[in-house]
Structure formats: structure tokens, C-alpha cells
């Protein structure tokens, strides 16, 4: 059972992060070409279509079987701290992040009916958003990166 929660665990935590990761290296570089409008019209279409019970699955299913497993690994205390490090990190940098930083951002962009917003108005939202919004996301990227390194050095610790 342990076996099969970290390896649950590692592969959710691995998607987890691999959807941040190539997000930062085409999804970003690729918004960065494109007008405000689109860029603003494109967001609230991602940010709609991002509530999906695939990414539900991925993004709350890793915490959830970080803290399962944290919690199967007391007797193992190298493998437990590393576990928990795992998942702390993801708790606060990728999860916290997201919640505390990344939603608030997709809700005041969300409120906005960009047809009505002038090209000054647009430029201003989006040069607010984007900078705010990728800073957030830099720092979910890595902190996911990280909990995943964790998890990966801990199925080489003997028990």
C-alpha cells in the first residue's frame, strides 16, 4: 500500500508539475507576442476552460496523496522528512500560490469586460496582470519542481 501511494503520489506530483513547467516555457513565451485584447480575451478563455476535472484531479489529487503518503512514512524518518518537506513545499509554494495569488488575479481579470476597455485601460490591466500573474507562476513552477526533486530523492533512501 505504501509502495503504491508514493508511486500514486510521484506520478500526480509529476504531472503536477510538468503542466507548470511547460506552461512557463510555451504558454508565457507565446502570450508575450500577442496585443493586449488577445492576450486578455485568451487568459479568461484559459482560465474558464482550466476548471476541468483532469487538472482538479492532477493539482488537488498530488496534495492530497503528498499528505497521505507523508503520513504512511513515520516509521522511515529520512524518507517521512522528505516526504513532508514534498509536501509542504507544494502546500504553500505550488497550492498556496495558486489560491492566494494566481485566483485572484483570474477573478479581477474575469470581472473585466475587456470589449469596453479602452487601448490605454488594455495595455494597464495587462501589463498589471501578466507581470503579477507570471511572478506567481515562476514561483508555483519552482516550488513544484523542488517538491517533486524531494520525492524523487526519497524512493532511493533504504529503509
Known sequence: MKTTA????????????????????????GTKKVG????????????????????????????????????????????FGLVLASAIIYLIGTFGITAFGNVP?????????ITKLSILELKNFRTYYESAWNQYHNIRTISSIISFILLLISIFIKK
Open 105 to 113: 488575479l483570474n477573478n479581477e481579470l474575469e470581472a473585466l469586460n
Open 36 to 79: 493586449d485584447f488577445t492576450y486578455l480575451e485568451s487568459m479568461q478563455s484559459i482560465n474558464k476552460e482550466i476548471l476541468n476535472p483532469a487538472f482538479f484531479i492532477v493539482f488537488f489529487g498530488s496534495l492530497i496523496m503528498l499528505v497521505m503518503s507523508a503520513s504512511m512514512r513515520f516509521n522511515n524518518k529520512p524518507v
Open 6 to 29: 508514493l508511486f500514486i503520489t510521484i506520478l500526480l506530483n509529476a504531472l503536477s508539475t510538468g503542466f507548470f513547467f511547460a506552461w512557463s516555457v510555451s504558454v508565457i513565451l
